[in-house]
């Protein structure tokens, strides 16, 4: 009997192993099938069942980890570009679905590492291979690319002038195997003559063109207003005549400041807009004191103005009783932001209201209702900020990095949307404000997002707001499987280095984590070489994680939008302020 245990004990032993090898088998055909589907075919449908299907992505990771890694990567970044092609879109939209573009498809991009770029024209044919859209809607993609036939009809070459490396001929072969990037360098150096039938590149070079359009509305549209109103007399007319645009704007705001000028009614928005333009004259400019002083006043009076409304609470009891650490800073039109521990509010922001309300710098420090007007005027740039330093605090308490990324900055104006419909319903002065600069870049924003944030759900916002203000962004989901990428490919390369090898990338390896953390995603990527693998690793299994930011930004949002619809008070019909262009 004793001598049959020990054999039925080896039987069992080998069934175990049989079915063991069996059951890996079975994953590894499973995994080489995802491959072929993700990583050579990118296919979205397999992409997403493959993020899905976590169990499976365990039982992978023990078969081939590296491999794994990679497709959760690459299906990462082709779940992602298919969410965001599926959005509605308008033939006006190909600027900046080129901006959001122009992030996933360079040539170190998981998109390029799966066949759907680095030339732009393989998306297209990814589009018409899995997505159906109309024809109408391929055209915008084809638009958004700058295919050539698109941009130069049937021309077969164009010159463009390349600065001190002189004039540079492209051709349609060399075009279609540039990146989308590369393209757009060029389309920047095409130069406006000044004829009617160059101006269709302008539209293709989106600074370019808002800077003209922008002259065209100052100098057409407002000068025949002006003309037809009689305002000015013949002699402050020809006063403008062959000024630089930016003498132009200053001389118009003389003649309207002051009540020099009684403008016509119909004039006040214009007016309003002129001072906006214009740079501030001496009276108007804070000196660094003034600019100090004033930072300490918004500390206070920012918190007074905010407290009572639904997001201002949450910024409250954030800040536990504490000064928010604001600094009126110069910041190139930042309208404001959270950056090296302190929350900037741009001073040229506040100038520009102080132009348009005929406040000097003075009286800042001597009339209590201009410091007041100014902290209603700037108070949804400092939720906006201050929400950015929630999320920041909320990641580095927790070690995990997180950069830059579209959701950020969506979340941060669900804060400000929340903020300012309480606002509006509640605050006439408020609304005054915001009535009175609507013609502005920051008031037609502050109410661009209030608009869109009381009628839209949180996905829609999300896309929406990202798609107006931060194309120039990679979406949370994009950056993550690009950083992923990047992280695993060094840990491999490190992990194929001998014992020597490895222990002198880690010697050179000296950048520290909090300097890593602070990097925009493309940053980070760049420096995966100078960063240790104990870093490495643990921005790795973050990424891969199911907590990762891209959740944190979705359950916030969720909670921000179960706020605004539990607010009592709501706008009525004649409270709304107008958006502007509608």
Not at 49 to 57: A, G, H, K, N
Not at 65 to 84: G, M, P
Not at 325 to 335: L, R, T
Not at 550 to 573: H, T
Request: contains cysteine.
């Amino acid at each position: 009997m004793r001598s049959i245990i020990p054999l039925l004990f080896s039987l069992s032993l080998s069934a175990n192993l049989f079915a063991q090898d069996s059951s890996n088998d079975s994953v590894k055909q499973k995994l080489d099938q995802y491959a072929i589907a993700i990583a050579t075919e990118a296919n979205p449908q397999k992409a997403l069942e493959f993020l899905r299907d976590t169990p499976f992505q365990q039982d992978a990771m023990d078969i081939d980890e590296n491999l794994t890694i990679k497709l959760v990567a690459y299906s990462q970044a082709i779940v992602d570009l298919d969410e965001y092609v599926s959005r509605n879109f308008k033939p006006e939209d190909h600027n900046s679905i080129n901006s959001e573009l122009t992030i996933r498809m360079d040539y170190d991009k998981p998109l390029c590492q799966v066949g759907i770029c680095p030339q732009p024209e393989n998306m297209v044919k990814w589009l018409k291979k899995y997505k159906g859209f109309s024809s109408d809607k391929i055209a915008i993609f084809e638009k958004a690319i700058r295919k050539w036939e698109v941009l130069f009809g049937t021309a077969t070459q164009k010159t463009v002038n390349w600065g001190q490396a002189g004039t540079q001929i492209v051709t349609k072969d060399s075009w279609d195997s540039l990146t989308l990037k590369k393209r757009n360098e060029i389309i920047a150096k095409i130069p406006f003559s000044g004829r009617r039938e160059d101006r269709q590149y302008l539209e293709y070079n989106p600074s370019l063109t808002d800077s003209i359009n922008e002259r065209d509305m100052v100098f057409n549209t407002a000068l025949q207003l002006i003309n037809s109103s009689g305002v000015l007399t013949q002699s402050q007319l020809n006063s403008l005549s062959g000024k630089p645009f930016d003498e132009q704007l200053s001389l118009l705001g003389q003649y309207f400041d002051g009540s020099q000028v009684a403008a016509h009614p119909e004039l006040k928005p214009l007016v309003d807009k002129i001072h906006s333009y214009r740079h501030s004259s001496s009276a108007e400019i804070m000196s660094s004191e003034q600019r100090r002083m004033l930072s300490e006043m918004l500390k206070i009076s920012l918190m007074s103005e905010v407290k009572g409304t639904k997001a201002g609470n949450r910024i409250n009891k954030f800040y536990n009783g504490s000064h928010p650490p604001i600094s009126v800073e110069y910041c190139d039109d930042c309208y404001s932001k959270y950056e090296g521990g302190k929350i900037v509010i741009d001073a040229g922001l506040i100038e520009q209201y102080m132009r348009v309300k005929g406040y000097k710098a003075s009286d800042l420090f001597k009339d209590k209702v201009a410091v007041d007007d100014i902290t209603k005027f700037v108070s949804p740039a400092f939720i906006t900020a201050a929400s950015y330093q929630m999320t920041d605090k909320y990641f580095s308490s927790r070690g995990i990095y997180n950069p830059p990324v579209q959701e950020r900055g969506a979340l941060a104006y669900s804060m400000q949307g929340l903020y300012t419909t309480e606002k509006f319903s509640k605050d006439v002065k408020f609304k005054g404000i915001f009535e009175q600069m609507s013609s502005t870049n920051y008031g037609s924003r502050v109410i661009t997002v209030q608009s869109s944030f009381s009628s839209q759900g949180s996905k829609h916002f999300t896309d929406n707001i990202s798609q107006l203000y931060f194309s120039d962004l990679p979406s949370a989901e994009s950056a993550r499987s690009q950083i992923l990428l990047a992280v695993n490919e060094e840990i491999a390369r490190r992990q194929a280095l001998d014992e020597k090898g490895k222990a002198e990338a880690e010697r050179l390896a000296t950048l520290p984590a909090d300097e890593a953390y602070s990097m925009t995603s493309e940053e980070f990527i760049g420096s995966v070489s100078e960063m240790g693998i104990e870093l490495l690793t643990k921005v790795r299994s973050d990424m891969i994680s199911v907590s990762n930011p891209d959740a944190y930004y979705r359950n916030s949002m969720r909670n921000l939008r179960s706020d605004a619809s539990s607010l009592k008070s709501k706008p009525v019909a004649e409270n709304k302020v107008p958006v502007p262009g509608a």
